[in-house]
């Protein structure tokens, strides 16, 4: 799973890292996305808007619907998310906004299965990061790109 155009491979980071952006599985008709933790990157791996939580935010679910419609997935088939912010208690009111503002902008309804942690992120300057859980039937997603 990627999206090269919105944000880079992390084992293409000038530190390379280990994961992949997310794995696609399909089981008997149904397919399955594990989206890896996502944060505000670039494509060439740079995190953008430094200092700026709504902005980074904002970037983040970008970043993620990229990754959905490479694979022929939107957020309504986002089952579940986990939502890790640097400092829970400074930034969990402007989170809960923006996130409730996109998923109302997505038409979600019912909304996905979610919890937020604080958490220490692998760069000092990501203030958020989410990972997320897709599901749907594996004829959709039969236009996807390869």
């Not at 089981?27 to 594990?34: E, F, M, P």
């Not at 400092?87 to 989170?95: G, K, N, P, T, V």
């Amino acid at each position: 799973m990627s999206a090269p155009e919105t944000l880079n491979e992390a084992y293409n980071y000038a530190k390379p890292s280990s994961f992949s952006r997310g794995l696609r599985l399909d089981i008997k008709g149904v397919t399955i996305l594990l989206i890896s933790g996502t944060a505000s990157v670039d494509e060439y791996g740079r995190t953008i808007h430094v200092g700026d939580f709504r902005a980074q935010t904002w970037r983040t679910y970008q970043n993620i619907t990229k990754l959905l419609e490479a694979e022929g997935a939107t957020w309504k088939d986002i089952i579940r998310t986990t939502c890790y912010l640097r400092d829970i208690e400074r930034d969990y009111a402007a989170f809960n906004e923006i996130r409730t503002q996109f998923f109302k902008e997505q038409g979600l309804d019912p909304l996905p299965a979610s919890t937020g942690i604080q958490a220490i992120l692998c760069r000092p300057d990501l203030l958020v990061e989410i990972e997320a859980m897709a599901i749907f039937e594996s004829d959709r997603g039969a236009g996807k790109k390869e």
